[in-house]
């Protein structure tokens, strides 16, 4: 047990490690958090919505520019999670290889990078959530906090994907990043009038946003829609595992070619190629008649 403990402490410093030399992620984390969402609800009209709330089957009538800072809290969210998993993944790719190569355990690899992702996606959820209520009070903010850190875990896994399967960076960057506003611009009913289709309960975020809206407009709990969320979750999580393992299966010592067998062993061999060195080769006749 103590061998497996320090093996998982030691694989989780490294991820650690990894995410705190991202500086541009934290300096994201500092300011596009609170910045994305003060715009959000500053920028748009305080103007009264009716909207439906499938979660609890409510009709509310919200503020638009309440709502929309919920989406923005989601997108700052998901947004900053999925980045610091893929870059993360991205550039830590080859070290992964070498541990899995040197022997390291690759559970030990994956939930160490689990728990890293589990401890940025509570962080920076409990920000947003903080930032939230320092503009305006939502009326559950413990559940408004559990739906941005399942976001986060959904969006963080997507990451890992990404950065697994990936060949550039450029590539992970956008697919995160559309992924991201595509999923939460149609969900949001002031800027999609296909808010209330039925195909937006096949996006990522769904089950967050549904959580979100209910905390932030509703008194009843909504587990679960959350139980949604973390169902998408175990499902990017499985993708981001099978890429993972595909990435270091080649540098596992049991796939590594087997070395040629010493002479005088027993072991078959296949005969020396000849040598084709010019003075091994012998002088062409040049008699003449």
């Known amino acids: 047990m103590r061998f497996h403990l320090t093996r998982f402490a030691l694989a ?9 030399r991202n500086r541009f992620a934290m300096v994201l984390v500092t300011l596009f958090v609170p910045l994305w969402t003060v715009l959000a609800y500053v920028a748009m009209p305080d ?4 909207m439906h709330l499938r979660a609890t089957g409510e009709t509310l009538t919200t503020h638009g520019n309440e709502l929309t800072e919920i989406s923005g809290a989601l997108n700052a969210v998901t947004l900053i999670t999925g980045f610091m998993m893929f870059a993360a993944t991205f550039s830590g790719s ?3 290889r070498r541990l899995a190569a040197a022997g390291y355990p690759r559970p030990h690899l994956v939930l160490a990078k689990v728990t890293a992702l589990a401890l940025i996606s509570a962080v920076v959820a409990a920000y947003a959530t903080a930032v939230t209520c320092l503009v305006w009070t939502p009326r559950q903010p413990l559940l408004l906090g559990a739906a941005l850190f399942s976001a986060g875990l959904t969006y963080g896994a997507l990451g890992v994907g990404f950065g697994s399967v990936l060949r550039r960076e450029v590539e992970g960057m956008f697919a995160i990043v559309m992924t991201s506003i595509i999923d939460l611009a149609l969900q949001n009913p002031i800027m999609s009038s296909g808010a209330d289709n039925p195909v937006v309960r096949y996006l990522p975020s769904y089950g967050a946003m549904q959580a979100s809206t209910a905390a932030g407009f509703s008194t009843h709990p909504v587990p679960g829609h959350l139980a949604i969320q973390l169902a998408w979750f175990a499902g990017a999580a499985l993708i981001a595992l099978t890429g993972f393992c595909r990435g270091t299966r080649s540098a596992l010592p ?12 027993g072991a078959p ?3 020396t ?6 003075s091994s080769v012998p002088a062409p006749d040049t008699t003449t008649l």
């Open 254 to 265: 049991g796939t590594a070619q087997p070395a040629a067998p010493v002479p005088g062993s």
């Open 94 to 96: 080859r070290f992964d």
């Open 273 to 278: 190629p000849r040598s084709t060195d010019a």
């Open 47 to 50: 103007t009264p919505a009716r």
């Open 12 to 20: 989780t410093g490294f991820a650690l490690t990894e995410h705190g």
């Open 269 to 271: 061999s296949l005969p």
